[in-house]
T-cell receptor, first 118, second 112 residues
């Protein structure tokens, strides 16, 4: 169990640029989640995949955000035309779905990608 | 809309003290509740998960309880150590969704 891996750990970019983050879940986990966390707040849900299917999206995920999970393994989160308000820690988590509709297994988090917009 | 509140926002205790962190949620239709620990600049470490049908879970010096009908959970830490210093977050998995709804956390400092 190597844990959830996220890359890069830090990203600094100018306003208006596009950025892409990668998440590698725990290898046998079929469920993958993206959250965003700002300073002093708890994480906020962005989106959820079961295998390669994106099954749930938050209203926070504007049309500038897109997430993919091709082949049901790693996932990418892209932000286009970044804005100052996108500065945050982007966290990825994974869990093992056991066939029930909703997971009774804990979500395991990576160390996140910290995005800073200049 | 589910709201999760954690009290206190910050807590400072001497080493060796037993302590309780509180979490409350507004909608009792939850599937489970999870407690996490977050160290500065790091991701979240899962500590305990309590199913909606359970009353408590224990792991080492940690004990978490759940009273779903009243919308409350507590995390009890026995014999606190400086290494326990971190932010503790509680999150509920809302029925009908896969998203965790988090509180803002309690920042714990254990002084040697």
């Amino acid at each position: 169990d190597t844990g959830v891996s996220q890359d890069p750990r830090h990203k600094i970019t100018k306003r208006g640029q596009n950025v892409t983050f990668r998440c590698d879940p725990i290898s046998e986990h079929n469920r993958l989640y993206w959250y965003r966390q700002t300073l002093g707040q708890g994480p906020e849900f962005l989106t959820y995949f079961q295998n390669e299917a994106q099954l749930e999206k938050s209203r926070l995920l504007s049309d500038r955000f897109s997430a993919e999970r091709p082949k049901g393994s790693f996932s990418t989160l892209e932000i286009q035309r970044t804005e100052q308000g996108d500065s945050a820690m982007y966290l990825c988590a994974s869990s093992l779905g056991m066939g029930t509709p909703y997971s009774n297994q804990p979500q395991h988090f990576g160390d996140g990608t910290r995005l800073s917009i200049l | 809309k589910q709201e999760v509140t954690q009290i206190p926002a910050a807590l400072s205790v001497p080493e060796g003290e037993n302590l309780v962190l509180n979490c409350s949620f507004t909608d009792s239709a939850i599937y489970n509740l999870q407690w996490f620990r977050q160290d500065p600049g790091k991701g979240l470490t899962s500590l305990l998960l309590i199913q909606s049908s359970q009353r408590e879970q224990t792991s080492g010096r940690l004990n978490a309880s759940l009273d779903k009908s009243s919308g409350r959970s507590t995390l009890y830490i026995a014999a606190s150590q400086p290494g326990d210093s971190a932010t503790y977050l509680c999150a509920v998995l809302q029925g009908g969704s896969e998203k965790l709804v988090f509180g803002k956390g309690t920042k714990l400092t254990v002084n040697p």
